[in-house]
Every structure is written in structure tokens, then in C-alpha cells.
């Protein structure tokens, strides 16, 4: 295609006319220039006017052009665009890629890199053939990050023959298979050839692949073009060499100082870890007083200004870079570019694209040694230069003689260093930031509302991993058969989250309306009772999830009746398994563990309250005794009432939980220092009734503060030692009915509950007269086929059955299945 000069000539000409490379394709000129690699494999580069690399560029044009990108990704995906995961390219598309997916909106964004991270373990990893270095790592935080099934979203600056592509592709869908790939770029340049493999390609993995760029065409190169390249490279440098030596000037001309930026604590540099949605909002809200900071940095009267990024790091600069451009005065013209490990020839020509470049060695201890030379090109003529680099690269190599800031300071007149910390995932060796995950011996933090349970952040803590990007559901039969013929135990995976009917729905919102005082009654009870036993300084731990929404409750009943914002956290314990170590070492770090007290909603039988007993006896200073909200099995001392009745938290499962699941142990999923994993259930929004049951509750506070004051004078004044007649009564049941095993038998209105969501029911047993509080559980084995049978003498409402001879998979004591009889 022929170019057409208007103010300057094209950037590409001076290549095109001397190796015969043409480019073919609608508004290509208008993206890219041409310039020379020093690179046996290749001759050409294509430079990017747009990308903000090697070309300082408008940020407002750079963020623009891949903002643009990720909402026709967006348009293209529709309901699944909400699903998706961005991956970008190390180098020269880190910021690109993240640029995407902030037009994309919700996706969490990773890009590829070549900087190993001590202690961060690669999730995957691939080559690309043409690059000067080939060795792209993914180092994500979060493991789980691209382990889920909804779609990836590849972004790069140019596609060439697509072989990276099919390279990432192929080692990242051997992991976790996808069904849909979406491949985003400014330029397209495939041959007809390079299409017809990649579709191929995606056949063969039986998966889909759409392809997005903004500009598509062709480059036709000559057949010897590798070696006129690097024959016209040795000239230019020869010629260079012999040029008549100018006189030298001196070292650093140009003044250096430093501006500190208030970085928000915690929120990634960039992509190389993953970067969320929740990071996103963070630094959008710090960033205006970054750039007032940087404008106060500027020298008087400084007119062209250039932010320079570094490497991989591009986002964060280019975000710096359109915060200094909305806060300099109007005069100000601010541009940004990045420095490359790129080895390019500079030709000062009008129709070459890399005028001029300075050369440096590497100043982050880079793998490829220390000595490597690195580049920035075209940064000559402005009257100040921003640096930014990471902390990781705020070495002495970058001020020392000859090093980076150095050779700045020899073509402007002032050079601004501004260090944005280095994001350290926790577990890493240099671990600095404040990471959800961990993988050697660094405990994560909590994990809060929104980002994880519809639970507001300051109503309870997390101590879990997130899974929720791991499909663990199964039906609940074939749940149990695998459970049976594997010998897995319960807890590493979960059952289909029961989605209540109509019918249901009502009859919960009518349970909650008829019990709500009665609920409120004990949650002031017991609370009561803690903070008269155990002090204004309790530390609530509740077992997940029946024992949050309790723990929230008690939590606002503290603060309702005495002004205290009592610290509350959700810890995981498996039958079988014990609670969650690693939570208690955290707790143990955090708090006295004298000042915690465990919660949970119910006792049934006494299980848990042994199964904890045993767990923390490992630990120093934990007392084992549960608060809970009713206590019909008398298996504990700290309890609201021993009334076994309807707590309408019971009736559902994630939608009255804060939309999380029951919690996970599985040994593929949570490492040696991993929490116990949970999901959030997002897709569940539009019907939790999480904060309506707590509200419901908490508006009945003030109705019951005398009756809360009656019972606990009354609490306090009488034996409340577990007398464990639940677990007799169990015992007898089993022997009764011939089940053999107490692990089968569910008592109490709450375990039969759990019975009829979550597996594989042989019969219930009612109390005689038991009335309404059992109306859900009569509609839900009505829904179930399971026969509802009254007797007289139980010491409950009601008691849940599940027999070996009638289940694919009922599990026993130590939570693995019991054989068929």
C-alpha cells in the first residue's frame, strides 16, 4: 500500500524503501511504524504509535485505544463477559492488557512475566518464538485465578503468526479447559495461512476462539529479508561508529530529586499477580492526588513532559501519567512511554520510527544478569522526564553512573524518580504487600464483604481461601457415589445449592416473621452470657456457616446494648478433619486466644462440640466451649435456650449465609498454609435474604431487653452443665431402627434441615404435636418423597434419618462413606 505524507513523512518509510517490507491493510500507517530489530530472528519490528512503548504517546490516546478494546470484548461476550479473565503479554502488553480489562469492567486482570518471584510458584507457563526473550511465567497470587471455566481474554499488541497464542492456549487449557477464548490486539497481521491454523487449532481442543484487533492486515517481506536486515543494522552501526565524535557532554546535566506517591497500601503495581475489580476501585480513588503530587513535583515553566514507565511496569505509570495531565496546567503537554528490553537500531530520520534511544544496564536483578542492557527510545526534547519504576527496581544501579536516571539527566533538563511500591504476594520470600493468599508460612488476611460474602466488611472476617472460581458442585447422589467408591471424604466438595421454591420462600419470611422475638431473645441471652463470662474484650469466632449469621447477630446485640464493636471472624472445622489450624495460628497472632469464643447456631448431637474440644487442644490458650444460639441436645453451657425450635436460618443454605457455601478441605485445592476454602455465590444475589433475616432480628433488640435481662438472671443462676441428652437419645435411636451408626442420625430441627438440603434422606421423625415449627420440614420432605413419621418421647422437634441400605453414600464418623448393608 502506498503512504501518503501530511505533516511528516510515515514513520515506516525509511524501512519500506530500503528491505522492501509492505504493509497491507485499511488504516495501518495510521498505528504502526517500521523500524530495524537487532535480532537474528527477525529483521523488522512493527512500532506501535498507540501502545505507548516505544513512541511517547497522549495517555489519554494509549488508555483510550484499550479501553475501546475491552468493551467491544464486552459487546462480544454478553452474560459471559462478567465471567471472564484478562491475561496480557510481558512486555510490551502489560498495560495494555490492563486497559482492557478495565473496559471489560469486572474482570480480574494477570499478565504474563519474565521476572521470577522467590516463592511464588508458576501456575504456567509458555515460550514465544520470535521474542529477544522468549520465557513468559504467570505468577498469580491466587492459584484459582485461572482455574475456573468462563472465558480468557488473551491480550497482546500484534499478532504475527498466533504461535504464542496456540502456546498459551495449549499449556493453560491442559490445566483448566475452557470452552471459549477471546484474542485481543491492536493489529492483526496473520497470514491466511496463520487463520487457518489457529481455527484448526481450536478444534482440536474442541473450544472456541474469536479473534479482536483493531486494525487487520498483512506484511509481505521479501525472502531474504532477515539478511538485508542485519547487513543495513551493521552498516547504520559502522557508520555510526565512524562519524566524526562529538563533544562529550558532561554526566547527569539535568537535575534529579524524587517525589514520594502516596500508593494505596495493598493495591497491586500491576498485573503480575492479578489485579481485581476491589484494587481497581482503590487506585482509581488515589490516583488525583498522585498527579497533584507529581505536578507539584514539575519544574517551573516545564512545557513537554514525559512519564516513563519501565519494562513491564506500564499500567501504573500510564495511570500516573493521565493524573498529572488532569492536574498540570493547561500548557502542559504530558506524554508516556515505557523502557524495553528491545534491542533496536535508532535512525534519526522523519521516516523511521525510533529517533533516538539511551542505552543502560538493568537495575532489578533481572534472571537474564545484571549486566543486560536495556532501552528507551525517543525520549529526547523534553523538558522533564517522570521515572517511575517499582521498588524492586529502585536500586542503586538505577542513579549510578551510566545507569537509567543517569542517562536521562543527559537529555532534559530535570528527571523526577517516583517509586511505586512492588506488590509482594504473601508467602513470596520478599514478601511486603498485604495479599489475600499464601504459600509458604504467611497467613492471608480475612477475606470481607462485598468482594466475598454479601455480609457488610465490618460484620465478619473470612478466615477462608477463595474457591469460588472452582466448580465443586455435584448432584447430590452422584456426590455421594463418588464419596462411597473413592472413599473421599465429604468435605472436598459441596452439594448443588437447594434453590427454594416459591412455596419455601413464603415459608421462611413467615417462620422469620413469627420467631423473630423469640430469636432475639436468645441471640441477647447468650450474648449476655459471654460478656458477663468472658469480657467486653470476646473475640467471636464462628464455625462456618451455620454459626455467622449467629455471630453477626451477637456482634450487633454488643454493640446495641453496650456500645461494643466486638471483633468477629468465621473459621472452617470438618468432621473427621478438626478445625482449620491455620485459622487458630492466625487468631493466635492477631488476638489473645483466651478473649475467643467459638459460635455456632445449634447443637444437635454434640459432634462439633467434641470434634472442637479435641482441635484446640493442640493450641495454647483457646477455651473449647461453644456459644450457641439454642442448645436442645444439652451439649454445652454458653446458650440462648435449649429449646430445640425453629430457627429460620436453618431452612436455607447459602441465600441466609451471606451467600457462602459450606466450607471445603480438599488436599488438589488448599496447601499446607491455606485456610479451608469456601465459595461466594454471587450468582445468587437476587435472592439472598442474608442482611433481611439479620435486620428482621436485630429490629426486635429493643422489644425483648426485658426478657433478655429475665433469662439471663435465670441462666446465671442455674446449672447449665451439658448433660448430653441429645447423644443419648441419638444412641437409642440408632439402635431402634437399626442404623447402626449415630453419624446417621441428624437431630433436631436445623440437622434435619440440612438433612433434606443437602443428602440423601431414609425418613424423618417428628414429635408428636411439634406444630408449625416444623411446617418447612414437612414441605421439604413432602418435595423429597420422604416419609414423615410422628413418635412420642424425643428430645427434639424432630430428627433427621439417612440409612446406608437406603443412600448411595451416607458418611460416617470420620466424614467417609459407610458400605452398603
Known amino acids: 500500500m502506498a503512504f501518503t505524507a501530511t505533516n511528516a513523512p510515515w514513520s515506516g518509510q525509511w524501512v519500506a524503501d530500503r528491505l522492501g517490507v509492505a504493509l497491507h491493510g485499511d488504516g495501518l500507517s495510521a498505528l504502526l511504524g517500521l523500524a530495524l530489530r537487532r535480532n537474528p530472528k527477525r529483521a523488522h519490528l512493527l512500532v506501535s504509535h498507540v501502545l505507548g512503548k516505544h513512541v511517547p504517546q497522549d495517555p489519554e490516546t494509549v488508555y483510550g485505544h484499550g479501553y475501546a478494546l475491552g468493551r467491544r470484548v464486552r459487546e462480544l461476550l454478553g452474560p459471559d463477559a462478567d465471567a471472564a479473565v484478562v491475561l496480557g503479554y510481558a512486555e510490551t502488553a502489560t498495560g495494555l492488557g490492563h486497559t482492557v480489562a ?12 519474565r521476572r521470577p518471584v ?16 522468549t520465557g513468559h511465567l504467570l505468577l498469580p497470587e491466587d492459584p484459582l485465578l485461572l482455574a475456573g471455566h468462563g472465558p480468557l481474554v488473551l491480550v497482546d499488541d500484534e499478532f504475527s503468526t498466533g504461535r504464542t497464542i496456540r502456546n498459551t492456549i495449549r499449556d493453560l487449557h491442559a490445566r483448566a479447559p475452557r ?77 534529579v530529586r524524587r517525589v514520594a506517591l ?41 512545557r513537554r513532559v514525559l512519564v516513563l514507565g519501565n519494562e513491564e511496569l506500564m499500567y501504573a505509570p500510564l495511570r500516573l501519567a493521565q493524573a498529572l495531565q488532569d492536574t498540570a496546567p493547561g500548557a502542559v503537554e504530558v506524554r508516556y512511554s515505557t523502557t524495553t528490553r528491545s534491542p533496536v537500531l535508532a535512525v534519526d530520520d ?68 517516583a517509586v511505586v ?46 474457591l469460588s472460581a472452582v466448580e465443586l458442585e455435584a448432584p447430590t447422589e452422584e456426590r455421594e457415589e463418588a464419596i462411597q467408591s473413592g472413599g473421599a471424604h465429604y468435605a472436598e466438595s459441596l452439594p448443588v445449592e437447594y434453590q427454594p421454591t416459591p412455596e419455601y420462600q413464603e415459608l421462611f419470611r413467615s417462620a422469620l416473621a413469627g420467631s423473630a422475638h423469640r430469636i432475639a431473645r436468645a441471640v441477647g441471652a447468650v450474648t449476655e452470657l459471654v460478656l458477663a463470662e468472658r469480657g467486653p474484650d470476646a473475640v467471636l469466632v464462628s464455625l462456618a456457616r451455620a454459626g455467622t449469621p449467629v455471630g453477626v447477630l451477637m456482634r450487633r446485640w454488643a454493640r446495641h446494648a453496650h456500645g461494643l464493636d466486638l471483633p468477629h471472624y468465621a473459621v472452617s472445622i470438618v468432621r473427621g478433619r478438626g478445625i482449620d489450624a491455620n485459622a487458630l495460628r492466625w487468631l493466635t497472632a492477631h488476638h489473645d486466644p483466651a478473649d475467643v469464643v467459638f459460635v455456632d447456631g445449634w447443637t444437635g448431637k454434640g459432634a462439633i462440640t467434641r470434634e472442637l474440644a479435641d482441635a484446640v487442644a493442640e493450641f495454647d490458650g483457646f477455651n473449647p466451649e461453644i456459644a450457641v444460639l439454642a442448645d436442645p441436645g444439652g451439649c454445652v453451657s454458653t446458650y440462648g435456650t435449649r429449646d430445640d425450635f425453629l430457627i429460620p436460618s436453618a431452612c436455607l443454605n447459602s441465600t441466609v449465609s ?24 454471587r450468582e445468587l444475589l437476587d435472592a439472598d435474604v442474608s442482611g433481611y433475616f439479620l435486620d428482621t432480628v436485630s429490629a426486635a433488640f429493643d422489644a425483648v431487653a426485658g426478657g433478655v435481662a429475665e433469662d439471663v438472671k435465670s441462666l446465671r443462676s442455674q446449672d447449665r452443665s451439658p448433660t448430653w441428652a441429645g447423644w443419648r437419645a441419638v444412641e437409642r435411636i440408632s439402635e431402634e431402627y437399626g442404623i447402626g451408626d449415630v453419624n446417621l442420625v441428624k437431630p433436631g430441627v436445623g440437622e434435619t434441615t440440612r438433612v433434606l438440603l443437602r443428602r440423601v434422606p431414609w425418613k424423618i421423625l417428628a414429635q408428636r404435636g411439634a406444630g408449625s415449627d416444623l411446617d418447612h420440614v414437612r414441605l421439604l420432605a413432602a418435595q ?18 439417612i440409612h446406608p441400605r437406603y443412600t448411595r453414600g451416607a458418611t460416617g464418623t470420620d466424614g467417609k462413606a459407610v458400605g452398603s448393608k
Open 102 to 113: 478495565d473496559g471489560l469492567g469486572s474482570a480480574p486482570y494477570l499478565h504474563s512475566t
Open 784 to 801: 423429597r418423597g420422604v416419609p414423615v413419621e410422628e413418635v412420642d418421647g424425643l428430645p427434639y422437634s424432630c430428627v433427621g434419618l
Open 421 to 466: 511500591p512492588s506488590y509482594r504476594p504473601m508467602g513470596s520470600t520478599q514478601s511486603m504487600g498485604m495479599g489475600r493468599q499464601h504459600t509458604s508460612g504467611t497467613l492471608a488476611e480475612p477475606l470481607r464483604g462485598p468482594e466475598f460474602s454479601s455480609y457488610r466488611p465490618d460484620e465478619v472476617g473470612w478466615l477462608l481461601k477463595d
Open 350 to 417: 522523519p521516516g523511521y520510527a525510533i529517533r533516538s534511544r539511551i542505552v543502560f544496564p538493568a537495575h532489578d536483578e533481572p534472571a537474564d544478569g545484571g549486566s543486560a542492557e536495556r532501552y528507551a527510545y525517543n525520549v529526547a526534547g523534553f523538558d522533564a522526564v517522570v521515572c517511575v519504576v517499582d521498588s524492586a527496581g529502585d536500586t542503586p544501579a538505577l542513579e549510578e553512573a551510566g545507569g537509567l536516571v543517569s542517562r536521562l539527566a543527559g537529555v532534559t533538563d530535570t528527571v523526577i524518580v
Open 658 to 681: 451471606g451467600l457462602i457455601s459450606r466450607t471445603v478441605l480438599n488436599a488438589g485445592l488448599i496447601g499446607p498454609d491455606d485456610f479451608h476454602g469456601g465459595k461466594f455465590y
Open 262 to 302: 502516596d500508593w494505596p497500601a495493598g493495591v497491586p503495581d500491576g498485573g503480575r499477580h492479578g489485579f481485581l475489580p476491589r484494587h481497581r476501585e482503590r487506585l482509581e480513588a488515589a490516583l488525583p492526588a498522585m498527579g497533584r503530587a507529581l505536578a507539584a513535583a514539575l519544574p517551573a515553566g516545564a
Open 179 to 255: 470452552a471459549r477464548y477471546v484474542v485481543v490486539a491492536l493489529t492483526d497481521m496473520r497470514s491466511a495461512a496463520d487463520r487457518d491454523e489457529l481455527t484448526a487449532f481450536a478444534a482440536s481442543l474442541s473450544t472456541r476462539i474469536d479473534v479482536l484487533a483493531l486494525a487487520t492486515g498483512t506484511v509481505t517481506l521479501p525472502p531474504d529479508v532477515l539478511a538485508r536486515g542485519q547487513a543495513l543494522v551493521a552498516a547504520q552501526e559502522a557508520l555510526a561508529a565512524g562519524a566524526p565524535a562529538e563533544p562529550a557532554a558532561p554526566a547527569a546535566a539535568g537535575q
Open 118 to 133: 522467590p516463592g511464588v510458584a508458576p501456575a504456567g507457563g509458555f515460550e514465544e518464538e520470535h521474542s529477544h526473550a
